[in-house]
Structures are given as structure tokens and as C-alpha cells.
């Protein structure tokens, strides 16, 4: 088990000191630091999913009907997500026609 | 006493087969479905908060260096904005169809067409907003 799990850990080690790299460089460019915290999104993303998926595994497991909240709840998560996304779009929008 | 319990007994046991025939109503296809459009807004939402971080960098560029390269111009932000609506509305509208009366798998294509539509949108926010392809 633990063999298997190594690689992975491996994986996530390269990718955070890949991240401290891009960060170094961040600052010579700014379309690099937008790349930078493009994959700080991918990876917040990635584990999102993950807990997500062992949410729903759980659910799966002890069986799911329509109406139950455990299935509701990941959605109202997201619904919240997007509210923020468009909310942030609109404070962005509000932003370009002050200056 | 003993005929109560053995009631008892009996409608538990029914109750309880009932409730086991409710929960397979619900197929492997129609959970894959509606597994499938959690990670599709999943991929909306990334894509939603790289675009509108992208803007906020071009933002700032536009006071610090405005005669820096443009990172992202106005009208591409707006294009952007409307695509992230309409993949919503498409998503909500596949949710409803992974999860409905339909949704013990028989109408998986059109949970699927659904899928596809509102990932190329997707996709070319992705393009605007930089995020790499998968």
C-alpha cells in the first residue's frame, strides 16, 4: 500500500517545488506569474475534487436517493463557488469603469 | 404480545425491502451522470476563477505598465463572461436530466450532449483564460 502511495507523494513534492521555481521567476514577468497562479488554481482544484469524489463515494456506497442532502450538498458547495466567480467578475467589471 | 412483535417484525422487514427496492431506482448510469456533471462544473468553476484572475492582472498591469503587454483586452473578458453563463444554464439543465424522473440512465446521451456542449465552452474559456488542456 504504501508502495503505491509513493509515487504519488513523489508527484506532489515536484510539483510544489516546481511552483517555489515558477514563483522565483514570477516576479521578472508578469504573464509568468499569472501562469503561477494558474496551476496554484489547478492544484487548489485538484484537491477540491478529491474530497469531492471521496464525499460522493461515501454517498454511493451507503445508497443515494434523490432527495438525499448529501448529494445536494456538493452542488450548493458549487452553486456557492460560481456566486463567487460572479461576484468577483462584477467587482472586476465595477474596477475597469472607475479607472 | 408474541403476534405484536411478530407484527412488528413483519412490517420492519417490509419497510425495510422497500427501502432497498427505492435505493436501486437509482442506476450505476444515472450516479456516473450526475458524477459526470459535478466534475464538469468543476471545470467551469476553474475555468471561471483563472479568467477572472487573468482580468484582475490585466487590471493592475493597466495602472502599473500601461504600456505593458496585454494580457487579456476587454471584449474577450465580456465573450468570456457570457460563455461561463451559458455552460452554467447548460449544466444546470443537465443536472436536472442526471437527476430527474428520466434519470435512471435511459436518457444517458442526452446528460451526455449536454456534457459536450457546455465543455466547449468550456474549453474556449480555458483558451482565453490560459488554462492548459488536460
Same mark, same amino acid.
Given at each position: 500500500?504504501?508502495?503505491?502511495?509513493?509515487?504519488?507523494?513523489?508527484f506532489e513534492?515536484?510539483k510544489t517545488?516546481a511552483l517555489?521555481?515558477a514563483e522565483?521567476?514570477?516576479?521578472?514577468?508578469?504573464?509568468?506569474?499569472v501562469a503561477v497562479d494558474v496551476a496554484k488554481l489547478i492544484l487548489e482544484q485538484q484537491q477540491r475534487v478529491a474530497k469531492q469524489t471521496?464525499?460522493?463515494?461515501?454517498?454511493?456506497?451507503?445508497?443515494?436517493?434523490?432527495?438525499?442532502?448529501?448529494?445536494?450538498?456538493p452542488?450548493?458547495a458549487q452553486?456557492a463557488e460560481f456566486?463567487a466567480a &460572479?461576484?468577483e &467578475?462584477?467587482?472586476?467589471?465595477?474596477?475597469?469603469?472607475?479607472? | 404480545?408474541?403476534?405484536?412483535?411478530?407484527?412488528?417484525?413483519?412490517?420492519?422487514?417490509?419497510?425495510?425491502?422497500?427501502?432497498?427496492?427505492?435505493?436501486?431506482?437509482?442506476?450505476?448510469?444515472?450516479?456516473?451522470?450526475?458524477?459526470?456533471?459535478?466534475a464538469?462544473n468543476n471545470n467551469l468553476i476553474l475555468a471561471e476563477n483563472a479568467l477572472n484572475l487573468l482580468?484582475?492582472?490585466?487590471?493592475?498591469?493597466?495602472?502599473?505598465?500601461?504600456?505593458?503587454?496585454?494580457?487579456?483586452?476587454?471584449?474577450?473578458?465580456?465573450?468570456?463572461?457570457?460563455?461561463?453563463?451559458?455552460?452554467?444554464?447548460?449544466?444546470?439543465?443537465?443536472?436536472?436530466?442526471?437527476?430527474?424522473?428520466?434519470?435512471?440512465?435511459?436518457?444517458?446521451?442526452?446528460?451526455?450532449?449536454?456534457?459536450?456542449?457546455?465543455?466547449?465552452?468550456?474549453?474556449?474559456?480555458n483558451?482565453?483564460a490560459?488554462v492548459p488542456?488536460k
Open positions: 500500500m504504501n508502495e503505491q502511495k509513493a509515487p504519488s507523494i513523489y513534492i515536484g517545488l517555489q521555481l522565483t521567476y514570477a516576479s521578472v514577468d508578469p504573464r509568468v506569474g471521496s464525499i460522493l463515494a461515501q454517498a454511493q456506497a451507503e445508497g443515494w436517493t434523490e432527495d438525499d442532502a448529501r448529494w445536494d450538498a452542488l450548493a452553486r456566486d &460572479h461576484a &467578475h462584477d467587482r472586476l467589471v465595477a474596477q475597469r469603469k472607475q479607472s | 404480545m408474541k403476534k405484536l412483535l411478530l407484527g412488528f417484525l413483519v412490517l420492519g422487514f417490509l419497510a425495510g425491502g422497500a427501502g432497498g427496492c427505492a435505493e436501486q431506482t437509482v442506476t450505476p448510469a444515472a450516479n456516473s451522470n450526475v458524477q459526470k456533471v459535478y464538469a482580468y484582475k492582472k490585466e487590471l493592475e498591469r493597466r495602472t502599473t505598465d500601461p504600456k505593458g503587454k496585454v494580457l487579456l483586452t476587454d471584449s474577450a473578458y465580456d465573450t468570456a463572461y457570457t460563455l461561463q453563463l451559458e455552460a452554467e444554464k447548460i449544466l444546470t439543465q443537465a443536472m436536472a436530466v442526471a437527476r430527474g424522473p428520466r434519470g435512471d440512465g435511459s436518457d444517458g446521451m442526452s446528460a451526455q450532449n449536454l456534457l459536450d456542449q457546455a465543455q466547449k465552452k468550456v474549453d474556449q474559456i483558451k482565453v490560459g488542456p
